[in-house]
């Protein structure tokens, strides 16, 4: 008798654990997607929040500024990372899809890094050197001050951010033929780093192992390398804003998200990145 | 013995080792040639898919300048207008292919073809260059959306089934012939379009035989139309948006006919044939986006102006049989040829219409759509006045002349009235005014794929009656045998509802 009083103990107790798993909120889960340069901070920015918001699951991926556009337009995701603005195209998309403009969350600052090989003697390029160089017009080392060696370009996919932003600001106008189309910034710093005739561009998060080239404004002006100081007193040439984009006003956990990135806290992780902060 | 044995084994290991140490040498230098004829081997390999690669890779980039996409639009549709018959059916509303190809930066070929079972139509075909220095600029030729905001907006989009009826009417098909320069500077949130048309595109213009001479969408006169579109946007914040804008049409037309009449059906002004009329009308525009617990937005046009009908003029004979006359005890036979000189006049029609929506999402999948949208095609006329006889347009109508002529003896009957003057022309069906309401329920499954349910309540001016109480305006219709009569006195159901899924690529 007692045996079956502690078999029913149990199976009841049992029973309303079950159900009490069944009943209990399914944890809310947030959707990032976007820029390439902005997966590392954003990955890390994901932790860091859900180690203090346990109910909350964060995803984090890249795949370019375009691709999560066009994933934040057709509903994959509920933010969007983005180094570049989006374009007008882009919001009459988003306009006409759920009637609304998109919400623009600039959540940190990029100072766009040239990458050259350790073993380049060049250091510092003009932006008119670089627009020559990406497009295809100096294809010698010795035309820019460096050895008598060819020059082997490498840049990121048309779906990057980073890939828009640099040819709209820098090359202005179309990329050389001969500019190896990579993978991500992670794939351009790599390239750069085994090939002594390379230059890359990219995120300056990811500028390890490589020599990083000091960027004059024209050729009279002085070089600035891209860092915290240069990039907030605006003497970098090539900075840019890093943005997170929401269809609507956010609401909820994706609110308490990006309020917690606008914070001290979320801030501080973007210095440790390598990237600057907006606050 | 001990000591010779350990000798003996010694000298079997030196023998041992000096026969295998050259051999071991060549095994390592065999198997040394044989990883490097493998390192050979697959560095060809690997040489060879690279070039299969690059091959690969450049006619890879061949397709990417080829972009695909389309939609199909399949509905269900109840009317309830009686004399439609039948009455529901299932149709393919839209079967839209479109292949855009860009083989250099800055051009771009657009093909849109619609394959839909009641024929295959051309819709988009245009050539587009962009300016690469300034990205501003773009110059399209061939045959494009005319620009205006419902217009340019896509189908596929559109909260509701069919554009607004004032739309339909000044711009059916959508698409015109002839070439656009378009003003959109990337940094300022401003887009000037200005357009110059044929002008006929797929308007149904008659001869007096009832038979279309725009059947080809061919140009028919000398004259062209212009047409521009300016929009500015505005941002509210995190409000949402404003968008604003102007349009305006400065067409001619020629005149098919002698006469050409008011909206009220008075003589304008007597013209020959070829003489151009005006077609002029101006527009406003405003769509505002708001982010009110989700999106939603108020979108509509106003447009106000004179739309021209070029009329036509034609003649035609008809030999009626032998008539036989008792005169003076004689019985005469004559033969009998009416000419008929017919004038279908032009008529300038000063109208008015526009449209408002109001659209708001539910969540990420659900989406209202509401549209009141009204047209009055003839502003000078109420429904009182259409109809009646008043505005029928007197004896510059259709002119009948009868001659009798025929074999001796010949008596001509009534000499002196051989011109018959019938009216026939007068207001009616294409002078009311509608106010149409539309609502819409829009559901995507995916983005790809959406399913639309809307009513749609056409609402026309009612007419008046004359003096036996009778409608100044019916129409009948012979369906399954049985005469439905639509009095425009009393009104009639002109509702439909649409079941219509989409799916998009």
Request: with cysteine; proline share 4%.
């Amino acid at each position: 008798m007692k045996k079956s009083r502690k078999l029913i103990a149990i199976l009841a107790l049992l029973v309303i654990a079950v159900a009490g798993v069944a009943f209990s909120p399914a944890p809310k889960k947030i959707t990032v997607k976007g820029s390439d340069t902005m997966v590392i901070l954003s990955q890390n920015w994901a932790e860091v929040f859900m180690k203090s918001h346990p109910d909350i699951i964060i995803q984090v991926t890249g795949g370019g500024s375009g691709t999560g556009i066009s994933a934040l337009i057709n509903g994959a995701t509920d933010i969007c990372n983005a180094s570049r603005p989006m374009k007008k195209s882009e919001i009459e998309k988003l306009k006409e899809r759920y009637n609304t403009m998109g919400v623009e969350i600039p959540c940190a600052k990029d100072g766009i890094t040239v990458y050259l090989n350790k073993a380049n003697a060049v250091s510092e390029l003009s932006i008119q050197q670089l627009s020559d160089i990406f497009s295809g017009k100096v294809t010698n080392w010795k035309q820019v001050g460096g050895s008598d060696t060819p020059i082997k370009l490498y840049g990121r996919e048309n779906s990057s951010g980073t890939y828009v932003f640099f040819q709209e600001e820098v090359v202005k106008g179309d990329y050389a033929p001969s500019c190896q189309s990579l993978p991500g910034t992670a794939a351009v710093v790599n390239a750069v780093m085994k090939d002594a005739n390379a230059i890359g561009y990219g995120g300056a998060a990811y500028a390890e192992g490589i020599k990083i080239c000091k960027v004059k404004k024209d050729a009279n002006s002085p070089a600035y390398e891209a860092n915290a100081e240069n990039i907030k007193k605006g003497l970098y040439p090539i900075s840019r804003y890093l943005y997170m984009y929401t269809r609507n006003r956010p609401t909820g956990e994706t609110k308490e998200f990006i309020d917690w990135i606008l914070s001290a806290d979320g801030q501080k992780m973007v210095t440790e990145v390598g990237y600057f902060p907006v606050r | 013995m001990k000591k010779r044995g350990r000798i003996n084994l010694v000298l079997v290991m030196l023998i041992c080792v000096s026969t295998f140490m050259p051999g071991a040498e060549i095994f390592a230098q065999g198997k040394n040639d044989s990883i490097k004829e493998e390192v050979t081997t697959l560095r060809d390999k690997v040489t060879g898919v690279e070039e299969r690669l690059a091959a690969a890779e450049n006619s890879l980039e061949k397709m990417t300048k080829i972009k695909l996409s389309g939609y199909i639009q399949a509905q269900w549709q109840y009317f309830g207008n009686p004399a439609v018959y039948p009455n529901n059916y299932f149709s393919l509303r839209r079967v839209r292919l479109k292949i855009e190809y860009k083989p250099v930066e800055g051009v771009a070929f657009v093909l849109s073809p619609d394959f839909s079972p009641s024929g295959f139509v051309l819709k988009d075909a245009y050539v587009q260059l962009n300016d690469p220095w300034l990205k501003t600029f773009s110059l399209w030729a061939g045959q494009f959306n005319r620009p205006d905001y419902e217009v340019e907006y896509s189908s596929s989009k559109r909260e509701v089934p069919e554009r607004s009826m004032v739309v339909r009417a000044l711009y059916p098909g959508e698409r015109a012939i002839g070439a656009k320069l378009e003003v959109a500077p990337p940094t300022v949130p401003l887009k000037f379009q200005l357009a110059v048309f044929n002008g006929n595109d797929h308007l149904v213009i008659k001869d007096i035989n009832g038979n279309d001479i725009n059947p080809k969408n061919k140009d028919f006169d000398n004259y062209k139309d212009l047409m521009g579109r300016l929009t500015y946007n505005f941002k509210l914040g995190n409000f949402g948006g404003l968008d604003i804008g102007v349009n305006g049409y400065y067409g001619w037309m020629k005149s098919n006919s002698t006469t050409v009449l008011n909206s009220d059906y008075t003589l304008y002004k007597n013209v020959s044939v070829g003489q151009s009329v005006n077609r002029h009308w101006v527009g406003g525009e405003m769509q505002l986006y708001m982010d009110i617990l989700g999106g939603m937005s108020i979108k509509a046009e106003y447009m106000m102006g004179i739309n021209a009908y070029p009329g036509a003029v034609g003649s035609f004979s008809v030999q009626d049989p032998f008539h036989t006359t008792l005169v003076n005890d004689t019985l005469m036979m004559t033969n009998m040829i009416t000419n008929t000189n017919q004038i279908n006049p032009t008529i300038r029609r000063n109208f008015m219409g526009g449209y408002v929506y109001l659209i708001k999402n539910i969540g990420k999948r659900n989406q209202f759509a509401f549209r009141w949208d009204f047209y009055d095609p003839n502003t000078k006329l109420n429904g009182n006045q259409i109809g009646v006889v008043k505005y029928d347009n007197g004896s510059s109508d259709i002119k009948t002349t009868t001659t009798i002529d025929g074999s001796n003896p010949v008596i001509v009957l009534n000499e002196t009235t051989k011109t018959v003057t019938t009216n026939t022309l007068k207001s009616g069906t294409s002078d009311l005014s509608y106010n149409t309401f539309t609502f819409a329920w829009n559901y995507f499954f995916t983005d790809n794929l959406r399913i639309q349910l809307a009513y749609e309540m056409p609402i026309a001016e009612k007419v008046g009656v004359d003096a036996s109480g009778n409608s100044n305006l019916v129409k009948q219709y012979t369906v399954n045998d049985k005469t439905i009569t639509n009095n425009y006195n009393k009104g009639f159901s002109q509702n439909v509802v649409t079941i219509r899924l989409q799916a998009k690529f």
